[in-house]
């Protein structure tokens, strides 16, 4: 595999957080690089199990792009900000399949998070961000545990149905990640980022 090749690959994988596929091809991540696994940070992670029953009956929602209409999230919940309570957003608990790690760490103006901006995959659009350190006092406040936030004037959302198809699905029944495939094609499967 040519350097191009492998330095290509490594910058792409790097901000996925896909740091076993890299191995997978035999290559090596760089000391000075740190890697996101694909699920986010897992002891950071909530499940269903473990969500505060407050967010219990929340509508779970799919998020699109406002731009270019494609698919970001079928895991979004309608949340406030912690650190700014008039700010409405979308969070969602897992990695978005629509969106891409953009630019370099910053810290918010709120609080001491450290937060990577995310843009959409179909127009490069900057959509939200990802909480990539939390603070202590954001962590200490009653959370969802979500780090995948979306701006509400950069997303639609419409709501999920249940597989039934016909109630709609609230977080109390949501399965885990892992379980809740979606069927769909993904447009941006067979597309090497």
Known sequence: MSNYTQNYLRNSF???GIAQMMQQLGLRPEPNIQFTNSRGSTNRQSSNNNLHSQFHSKIVCQLYCKSCDIKLCRRGMKAILLAD????LYSTDTPPKGVQLVGQDYMTRN???????VACLGCGNVVGY???QPCPPCLEACNNGHYWMFYTDQVD????LDS???RILLWAHLPRAE???DNEVDP???VCR
């Open 164 to 166: 039934t198809g016909k």
């Open 179 to 181: 379980k809740d495939i």
């Open 85 to 88: 309570t008039k700010v409405e």
């Open 111 to 117: 609080c001491h998070c450290c937060i990577r901006d």
């Open 14 to 16: 790097e901000s996925t």
């Open 130 to 132: 990802h909480v990539t």
């Open 157 to 160: 959302s419409c709501e999920r």
């Open 188 to 190: 941006f499967d067979m």
